[in-house]
């Protein structure tokens, strides 16, 4: 069963038979939304390209990135599926995947950060049905849902954190919008969330 995470809400990681997650996938889906007035229309809608990244700390200190440039973590735990240009699923299914393996994480990585930019520079103003999920790759149930609402003059977001609590994880919603085309531009304000 999925729960829908309003922002600053955390969930625990731990699957209900209290064993622990092993593989976990963060996807992300989004849709141009449509243009308005009647030239716009005519138009059609814009391709938006949004990506996601997912930035590993250990502590406060910066440890690696996985995004559209660098697909797979320098340990191999971290493994994005690649870039989609255009988005569209938006209504369930995921344009971007990064594959987040815990077990494999080196010990000394605490936290795995999940943010999203526009690097065409659009807006979320016209971005729709954009969300965040976190799914168990080992049986494909969905655990976690996280829905951007509200648009905005931004473009980019810090959508969640995937952290260590314990012997397990803790996943946390964040959605603090910032602006950004690409990771490095974000990292000043993921630090906050550190």
Not at 75 to 88: A, Q
Request: glycine share 14%; aromatic share 8%.
């Amino acid at each position: 069963m999925s729960v829908n995470l309003s922002k600053g809400q955390q969930i625990s990681l731990s699957k209900s038979d209290g064993g622990a997650l092993t593989v976990v996938r963060m996807g992300l889906g989004w849709q141009a939304a449509p243009r308005k007035g009647f030239f716009g229309k005519l138009a059609g809608n814009r391709e938006i390209d949004l990506d996601a990244s997912a930035v590993l700390f250990a502590g406060q200190q910066f440890v690696d990135v996985v995004f559209f440039q660098h697909l797979v973590s320098n340990d191999g735990s971290v493994r994005h599926t690649g870039d989609n240009l255009v988005g569209g699923a938006g209504q369930g299914g995921d344009d971007e995947s990064i594959v987040v393996d815990l077990a494999r994480l080196p010990v000394h990585v605490d936290g795995v950060v999940f943010t999203v930019n526009s690097f065409t520079g659009q807006t979320f103003e016209e971005v729709q049905n954009a969300f965040c999920r976190l799914v168990d790759e080992t049986n494909g149930q969905e655990l976690a849902r996280y829905t951007l609402t509200g648009g905005g003059p931004h473009t980019a977001q810090i959508m969640a954190k995937v952290h260590r609590a314990g012997t397990g994880w803790q996943m946390s919603a964040i959605g603090e919008p910032t602006s950004g085309r690409t990771f490095q531009d974000l990292l000043p304000a993921v630090a906050r969330h550190l």
